[in-house]
T-cell receptor, first 113, second 114 residues
């Protein structure tokens, strides 16, 4: 069975600082991995996805993530945080043998002025 | 273009009451999903529908029923609401059923069961 673990339920950074949100996955086959973002009182929207074409994936709003098979990780980064990045971020993996997406517990990002 | 529309946005129920959450999409997507979101647990799949006329259980189906009325609409019914069903419910769609497809989400229904 596939699963996703997000390290840290809350992360706080200063505006302009590096953002690093951690995600580790468990999968017996090459996975499809996703990062979604949820702004207050909204549904989730896709930031980026990994589909084996390239290990470094660039997404919207300056975010990127690197797939590291040896570490079973797919961490999300952004070089310089902006106040508008404050949101909850979810790592997800598509389910083997089907098309169901499994989500991590989420990491809430706080950005301090 | 509305995308994925959920109604109602907020609902308060008493234990034992029933209600139906509605989801409609205008993107001509084949697959539709119902998730619930609880603090510290992320999103958990309740039911899904790969195509019109088919539905399947997800991770947490107990206490819920669904209907894929047509290609556009996928409803979630609570027959006898319980406090444990207090949650935020999201409907999502995808073009098809490939494992690399992204999900499109509605804005959610916040449900409280007293």
């Amino acid at each position: 069975a596939q699963s996703v673990t997000q390290l840290g339920s809350h992360v706080s950074v200063s505006e302009g600082a590096l953002v690093l949100l951690r995600c580790n996955y468990s999968s017996s086959v090459p996975p499809y991995l996703f990062w979604y973002v949820q702004y207050p009182n909204q549904g989730l929207q896709l930031l980026l996805k990994y589909t084996s074409a390239a290990t470094l994936v660039k997404g919207i709003n300056g975010f990127e993530a690197e797939f590291k098979k040896s570490e079973t990780s797919f961490h999300l980064t952004k070089p310089s945080a902006h106040m508008s990045d404050a949101a909850e971020y979810f790592c997800a993996v598509s389910h083997t043998g089907g098309f169901k997406t499994i989500f991590g517990a989420g990491t809430r990002l706080f950005v301090k002025a | 273009n509305a995308g994925v529309t959920q109604t109602p946005k907020f609902q308060v129920l008493k234990t034992g009451q029933s209600m139906t959450l509605q989801c409609a999409q205008d993107m001509n997507h084949n697959s539709m999903y119902w998730y619930r979101q609880d603090p510290g647990m992320g999103l958990r799949l309740i039911y899904y529908s790969a195509s019109e006329g088919t539905t399947d259980k997800g991770e947490v189906p107990n206490g819920y029923n669904v209907s894929r009325l047509n290609k556009r609409e996928f409803s979630l019914r609570l027959e006898s609401a319980a406090p444990s069903q207090t949650s935020v419910y999201f409907c999502a769609t995808a073009i098809g059923t490939a494992t690399n497809e992204k999900l499109f989400f509605g804005s959610g229904t916040q449900l409280s069961v007293l």
